[in-house]
C-alpha cells in the first residue's frame, strides 16, 4: 500500500521559511514523478513545483525563486523548502507522485488528476 505523508507545516511571518517534507512508502515504480500541490480556502488545488526521478523539477511563476523542490532516494523523501514565504502562500500543502508511463512527462501542465497517491497535507500559514 502506498502512503505519502507530509510533515513540516506551521505559522510563520512573511519572509520566513519552512521546510516541507513527504515520507513516501509501499512504492515499488522505479520511475516517479512527484508533485507539490497547494489548496487555499476556497480555491482549486494548484500545483507549485515536480521533481522527477532524475531529479528534473519545474516550477510554477509565482513560486520560481522562492520554493526549491528535492528528494532524497535514500530515505524515500522529497522535500519543499519553502523562503520569503508570502501571505497569498497560506494553504495546505499536498505531495502526490504517479508512476509508469506518465512519470515521463513530468511537469507542472498537469493538474491534480494526474497523479496517482496523495498525502493527507500539511497546513502552512504566512502571516
Known amino acids: 500500500q502506498v502512503q505519502l505523508v507530509e510533515s513540516g507545516g506551521g505559522s510563520v511571518q512573511a519572509g520566513g521559511s519552512l521546510r516541507l517534507s513527504c515520507a513516501v512508502s509501499g512504492y515499488t515504480y522505479s520511475n516517479n514523478c512527484m508533485g507539490w500541490f497547494r489548496q487555499a480556502p476556497g480555491k482549486e488545488r494548484e500545483v507549485v513545483a515536480v521533481i522527477d526521478s532524475n531529479g528534473r523539477t519545474t516550477y510554477v511563476d509565482s513560486v520560481k525563486g522562492r520554493l526549491t523542490i528535492s528528494q532524497d532516494n535514500a530515505k524515500n523523501t522529497r522535500y519543499l523548502q519553502m523562503n520569503s514565504l508570502k501571505p497569498e502562500d497560506t494553504a495546505i500543502y499536498y505531495c502526490?507522485?504517479?508512476?509508469?508511463?506518465?512519470?515521463?512527462?513530468?511537469?507542472?501542465?498537469?493538474?491534480?488528476?494526474?497523479?496517482?497517491?496523495w498525502g493527507r497535507g500539511t497546513q502552512v500559514t504566512v502571516s
Open positions: 502526490a507522485t504517479v508512476g509508469g508511463p506518465r512519470a515521463r512527462f513530468c511537469t507542472v501542465v498537469h493538474g491534480p488528476r494526474y497523479f496517482e497517491y
